[in-house]
């Protein structure tokens, strides 16, 4: 503290009104030592009490040439000190606009507002107040001032918030000292100006050339781009293999063309919809393709001919920061080491996440504060992050007084423990430095940090709008300020670096050489675009794999699963539950569901296949039937089998999420496409919950390989069933799922084997790293987890295969008695079978089948059952959901395609309805018994 640099006599000197204040503060201290200031409560807790009057005279009487420091002086410039560091940002010049920001209210942080004068300062040697002043600190003045400069220049900070006292302490003496400054030779800074005349020529030719045509622009924030490369050329010095970067559409197309080094030639042929001659890495192999401000890319960085680091700038639609924990997901999946049983192992080197946001969307958007949630839980956090806000000051026409509660943008990154650095985006310099201490502090720490880069918006929120139209005042301000090129080529040339010349030669080359690429790209054009069509590994649907698990292999992967070390002490209860699968091959037992998945997950680890599962109950299941992961009843310590199976290639991580949906589904989606040969898994809490991440799965999981050629094998796991359990823990909106479904884009399954579930695992983990993957959506039971209805043979997962539809066993009478084909799935299916088991009326003219893969539609072996019948006059569809939900009206035109000349085809189940189910389990049971009465009796 700064009363501790004072000395070892403070009281020296101290007399007449001063030391009476001091001794009156003394008493009450006594009393209550809180009642007192910090400061002087730190003196007394270290020195004592104060001196007698008497003492005191004496004191100054034997040594009348003494003028030590006046206390009550000292402790105001102590206080001045610490508003300096808490609030030198709200009177800090980072704004590049005269704009009028109201965040200065009720700030001091004047010599007056402390009742000092800078005699006063100067009358305080800089030791006093201060720890290791450098040399030019004489007196409190000098540390003051320069504190000013640290504090409330282009570069401003916000850390009081940070918990941990070494991070504050390291960011205080950083900041103060200056050395986090960059130095810039007369090179250093002609290469930034021609970096800065390459970002402002780019868009300065897209606007000239392509008229009305939208880009986005990065203007007003050109200095992103040097940033960026800053941050790629600091990873690269310290053997970081991948740098990954998530950004909404706002400048996208300058860091691709400079950061990701996306040619020119590329860029503006999609400006010109000029057709590519021949294919290159930056060919887009989605067919549908995308808006050119929505793609990514990636650029290798080699040396000696072998590639040492990519830098990847992911694909994002119009969601802006929706791809924040994708990218999340990309850095983990770099940085991780999945070669080897267990959890993998992680390297937090190895990859750096870097995310732009946007100012309004920052704070905005919910699934940012998710992301930032996840900086420092294991099973996420990725070494920390790079944030950085591209502060325009609005967001598209809605200005910052209407679109949040907080002073600034950045605001939200405090709750989560982040230091925030403003700066102002005029000043490139500044910027670079930045981005030092932000680096430094990551590798330090390891933790998120955040840059509010405040610059400005030149044009509307697309080239196309007038902004004047709607925010005339600020765009007045806009109108008239130069760009930071201009600025800097400026700077530069008072300082005798360049001179105008230069700066004019600079632009007028980068504008010549877009001109003769884009010259060169008409010449070439025949004016013709190819449709495109999904590739044959898309459209052909999946080849045939091999999903069995030898006997042998398979009991012996059982019998693993149920040894724990001796000293863990499993829940008895849980023990007697897990010992009954023990010797289940032996005995031709049955097999639950829960069962199912351990063995087929252990036998995927032991094919070399890595497997990453997460959810909000994963571990133990949202309905206590997985416990993968067992907890010692005595000691709390975890143990998780798979992880020492003999058989175990590969590594196995089941985590609990926190209760987030879009940015934990977000993640493992990004880590999936960024670690294609692991099985990543998903699970809802409920089913519905999903519903929260609509938009991944709109944007990302069901459109992502059409639009962009981005492949993802990703497993989503929804409990669903109806059950009489209300609303809200019914349905997982099955028909969502079904109505994105197009083009082989992912598998809809609602299962009714534990047999066949075990075997469409596998198949997609046999899929996993080709071009035949895509997506899996299963929408998985509850009541029946547990149900043997579900349970299997062992044999069954030994021998066959995934069948997409299965004919109940429980069949009466002969195929020529069959008048009616009644058809289901799920839970559903199991309902209306063990009511067709139970009865005893004559149902011989009725069969089952279940349907278990639903997308892609299973029309071949539908078409197979149906030519069964040949007295067939009914085929019905029976589902539990309402009529306007579930797969009806997916199943309805297809099935009546399918269905023979003649065959009438119905629906049985509930009527529309706008909430999915009934909150009174009475009324559910009674709907459930008339839906499978209507469908097996006359």
């Known amino acids: ?337 999945r070669s080897n049983p267990g959890y993998p192992t992680q390297e937090e080197s190895l990859a750096l996440p870097v995310v732009i946001h946007g100012d309004a969307a920052f704070i905005g958007e919910g699934v940012v504060a998710e992301t930032l949630n996840l900086s420092q839980i294991d099973a996420y956090k990725t070494g920390g992050t790079i944030n950085i806000i591209a502060n325009n000051l609005i967001g598209f026409t809605t200005e910052s007084h209407q679109g949040r509660s907080t002073r600034y943008s950045s605001d939200l990154a405090k709750g989560f423990d982040i230091p925030v650095i403003h700066v102002n985006a005029d000043e490139p310099e500044a910027c670079l430095s930045a981005i030092d201490l932000a680096y430094e502090y990551r590798q330090l720490f390891k933790k998120d940090i955040l840059i509010n880069l405040a610059g400005y918006r030149r044009y509307g929120h697309n080239e196309m709008d007038d902004p004047m139209a709607t925010n005339p005042v600020l765009y007045s301000m806009v109108n008239a300020h130069e760009t930071v090129r201009v600025l800097y080529g400026k700077a530069l040339q008072e300082l005798g670096v360049v001179d105008q010349a230069y700066v004019d030669q600079l632009d007028q080359q980068v504008q010549d050489h877009l001109q003769a690429v884009y010259d060169e790209i008409r010449a070439s054009s025949n004016g013709q675009v190819e449709e495109l069509e999904p590739p044959a590994s898309v459209a052909d649907g999946l080849p045939a794999v ?155 999981i069901s459109s992502a390989r059409a639009k962009w050629g981005q492949k993802s094998g990703l497993v989503m796991l929804l409990p669903h069933g109806f059950e009489g359990q209300g609303p809200e823990h019914s349905s997982a909106r099955l028909e969502r799922f079904l109505q994105l479904a197009a083009e082989n884009n992912w598998t809809v399954a609602n299962l009714s084997s534990a047999a066949n579930y075990f075997h469409l695992l596998r198949r997609q983990a046999a899929l996993m790293g080709t071009d035949y993957i895509r997506p899996l959506v299963v929408v998985t039971p509850k009541s029946l987890l547990r149900n043997q209805v579900v349970a299997s043979s062992p044999s069954e997962f030994t021998e066959g295969t995934f069948q997409p539809v299965i004919e109940h066993p429980a069949a009466k009478g002969t195929l020529a008695d069959v008048e009616r084909l009644v058809l289901s799935s799920g839970k559903m299916a199991m309902d209306l079978a063990a009511d067709l088991e139970a009865s005893e009326a004559d149902h011989s003219w009725v069969r089952m089948l279940r349907v278990e893969e639903i997308y892609p539609f299973a029309e071949e072996a539908l078409s197979a059952q149906f030519k069964r019948f040949k007295n067939l006059k009914e085929i019905v569809w029976v589902q539990e959901e309402p009529k306007n939900m579930g797969a009806w009206f997916y199943m309805e035109p297809r099935l009546r395609a399918l269905a023979p000349k003649g065959v009438n085809l119905s629906y049985v189940g509930r009527p529309d309805r706008s909430s999915p189910a009934t909150g009174e389990p009475g009324i559910h049971k009674s709907e459930q018994s008339r839906i499978i009465k209507e469908a097996l009796y006359r």
Do not use: C
């Open 546 to 700: 091999d999903t069995t698990v030898p006997a042998e292999a398979l009991q012996e992967i059982n019998e693993n699963l149920l040894k724990w070390p001796e000293s863990f002490t499993v829940y008895p209860k849980l023990k007697r539950i897990l010992e009954r699968r023990s010797g289940v091959f032996e005995k031709n037992g049955k097999i639950d569901w829960a069962h199912a998945e351990a063995l087929a997950l252990a036998s995927i680890v032991s094919d070399g296949t890595p497997i990453r599962f997460t959810g909000q109950d994963s571990e133990r299941g949202t309905f206590a039937h997985r416990h993968l992961v067992l907890h010692d009843s005595k000691t709390g310590e975890t143990y998780s089998p798979i992880h020492t199976l003999p058989s175990a290639k590969a590594s196995f991580a089941l985590h609990n999420s926190p209760l987030s949906e879009v940015a934990v589904l977000g993640f493992e989606y990004g880590y999936n496409v960024f670690a294609p040969e692991t099985m990543v898994i998903w699970e809802a809490q409920f089913g519905d919950f999903a519903n929260v991440a609509q938009v991944l799965f709109d944007q990302f």
């Open 1 to 337: 503290m700064a009363t501790e640099r004072m000395g070892t006599d403070p009281w020296q000197g101290l007399n007449g009104p001063n030391l009476g204040y001091v001794q009156d503060q003394y008493d009450l201290y006594l009393d209550d030592p809180s009642a007192v200031d910090p400061e002087l409560k730190a003196l007394f807790d270290q020195f004592g009490a104060p001196p007698s009057g008497d003492v005191a005279a004496a004191s100054a009487t034997a040594n009348q040439s003494y003028s030590g420091p006046n206390v009550e002086k000292v402790l105001a410039a102590v206080k001045l000190i610490q508003a300096i560091r808490k609030d030198g940002h709200l009177i800090a010049q980072f704004y590049p606009l005269n704009v009028k920001v109201d965040r200065a209210n009720g700030v001091k942080l004047e010599l007056s507002d402390y009742g000092l004068t800078e005699d006063d300062l100067k009358s305080i040697p800089a030791q006093v107040v201060y720890d290791n002043p450098n040399g030019s600190m004489r007196h409190a003045l000098d540390v003051v001032n320069q504190l000013k400069k640290a504090y409330t220049g282009y570069l401003a900070f916000e850390f009081e918030h940070i918990e941990e006292t070494a991070e504050r302490e390291w960011l205080e003496h950083k900041i103060e000292s200056g050395n986090y400054l960059r130095s810039f030779d007369a090179e250093e800074r002609k290469q930034l100006l021609k970096r800065l005349t390459e970002v402002e020529g780019l868009e300065k030719f897209l606007h000239k050339t392509f008229v009305g045509q939208k880009r986005f622009s990065i203007e007003g924030v050109d200095v992103l781009v040097p940033m960026l490369d800053e941050l790629v050329k600091k990873s690269l010095e310290n053997k970081t293999r991948d740098i990954v970067i998530g950004m909404a559409h706002r400048g996208r197309l300058n860091v691709l063309a400079h950061v990701v080094d996306k040619p020119y030639k590329k860029l503006l042929s999609e400006f010109n919809h000029t057709p590519e001659s021949e294919k290159s890495e930056w060919t887009n192999e989605g067919w549908t393709g995308d808006v050119k401000y929505h793609l990514g890319g990636v650029r290798k960085i080699k040396e000696n001919g072998q590639v040492v680091a990519r830098v990847t700038l992911a694909n994002n639609p119009s969601h802006l920061e929706f791809v924040n924990p994708v990218v999340e997901g990309y850095a983990r999946a770099s940085q991780d080491d």
